[in-house]
C-alpha cells in the first residue's frame, strides 16, 4: 500500500475543514494509500497557528525522513509557510525519496525544496479531490491518470518555443523568498507566475520588483497561470499586457488557464525542465 504524508504548513486549517480532510483521507484509503498525518494541521486557541515553526518543521521533516512515504501533501494555504524554511534539514530532504505538493503559499517551501536541494516539487493542492470545489470527479478522475494531471496546456503570446527549468509559482509568495537564500537562481530558468488575490496596482508592484531583481534579464520564458481577481474583474490592462511592460519583445511568454487555485487546476512540477512550443 502505497503511504503518503499530509501536512499543513501555512495558516492552521480552521476546524470547519475538518469534514473535507476527511473526505480527503477516505478517497486517498479508497485509492489503496495509506496516509499519516501531521500533529500541526488544525487551528489551536483560534489562531492561524497549528504549531510553531519549529514543531511544523518537524512534522514535515518526520514525513520527509519515513522511508515508506512516497508524497507529502500540504493541504494548507494562506500567509505563515515561510516560517518553517530555517528550521528545515535540506541535506535529509535531498535523501529522501518523498515528493512535496503544495499551492498557494506553499511556493515558498517548495522554491527553497529546489534552490537548496535541486528536488523538485509539484504545485498542486491535494483538496481539489474533494469536494472544496466544484470539479471533484474531474480531478480524481486526473489523480487516478497522472500523465493527464500533468498535462497543462499552453498559448504562446509572445514567441513560439521556451526550455528550461521551471521555478516560480504564486507571485506574492514567491517573493518573499527575495533576497534570501531560499531565492531559486533564475538563470535560464522559466519563471511560472499565477495569483488568486490582488489587481492592477498589486501585479504592478511584483512585476516592478521582480524586475528590479533582474528576474526578466535572466529566465528563458514566462508561463502566466490564472490570475483570478484580474481575470474575475476583467481588469485592465491585463496580466499580459502589464507583463509585456517590463520584459523584452523577444522573451517568450506562454499563458495557461491550466495552473492556478481553480479547482479545476491541473499540476505542474517546480524544479524540472520543462519544454512547449507551438
Not at 514567491?174 to 507566475?193: H, M, V
Request: aromatic content about 10%; charged content about 25%; proline content about 3%.
Amino acid at each position: 500500500m502505497k503511504k503518503v504524508g499530509i501536512v499543513a504548513c501555512s495558516d492552521a486549517q480552521k476546524e470547519e475543514y475538518r469534514k473535507q480532510n476527511e473526505e480527503l483521507i477516505r478517497f486517498l484509503e479508497f485509492n489503496d494509500t495509506q496516509p499519516v498525518m501531521s500533529a500541526c494541521i488544525y487551528e489551536k486557541t483560534d489562531s492561524i497557528f497549528s504549531g510553531s515553526p519549529k514543531e511544523k518543521a518537524d512534522q514535515l521533516m518526520r514525513m520527509f525522513t519515513d522511508p515508506d512515504i512516497e508524497e507529502i501533501y500540504d493541504i494548507s494555504g494562506g500567509d505563515v509557510a515561510n516560517q518553517i524554511l530555517d528550521d528545515l534539514d535540506y541535506e535529509r530532504i535531498a535523501g529522501s525519496k518523498a515528493v512535496f505538493w503544495g499551492y498557494s503559499d506553499l511556493t515558498t517551501v517548495i522554491n527553497a525544496i529546489y534552490t537548496m536541494t535541486g528536488k523538485a516539487s509539484v504545485l498542486y493542492q491535494a483538496k481539489f479531490l474533494t469536494s472544496f470545489g466544484n470539479s471533484a470527479k474531474l480531478q480524481r478522475e486526473r489523480f487516478q491518470k497522472r500523465d493527464e494531471l500533468f498535462s497543462p496546456a499552453f498559448e504562446f503570446v509572445q514567441g513560439n518555443a521556451m526550455s528550461g527549468i521551471v521555478v516560480g509559482g504564486n507571485i506574492r509568495c514567491f517573493l518573499k523568498l527575495a533576497g534570501t537564500r531560499y531565492f531559486p537562481n533564475l538563470e535560464k530558468k522559466i519563471l511560472l507566475l499565477e495569483s488568486l488575490g490582488g489587481e492592477v496596482p498589486q501585479m504592478t508592484t511584483y512585476l516592478a520588483q521582480l524586475k528590479q531583481l533582474g528576474a526578466f534579464k535572466k529566465v528563458n520564458g514566462i508561463i502566466l497561470g490564472t490570475f483570478t481577481a484580474m481575470d474575475k474583474n476583467h481588469c485592465i490592462p491585463d496580466i499580459v499586457t502589464l507583463v509585456k511592460e517590463y520584459i523584452h519583445p523577444e522573451t517568450p511568454v506562454a499563458v495557461t488557464k491550466d495552473i492556478g487555485h481553480g479547482d479545476n487546476a491541473k499540476a505542474i512540477i517546480i524544479g524540472k525542465e520543462i519544454k512547449i512550443s507551438v
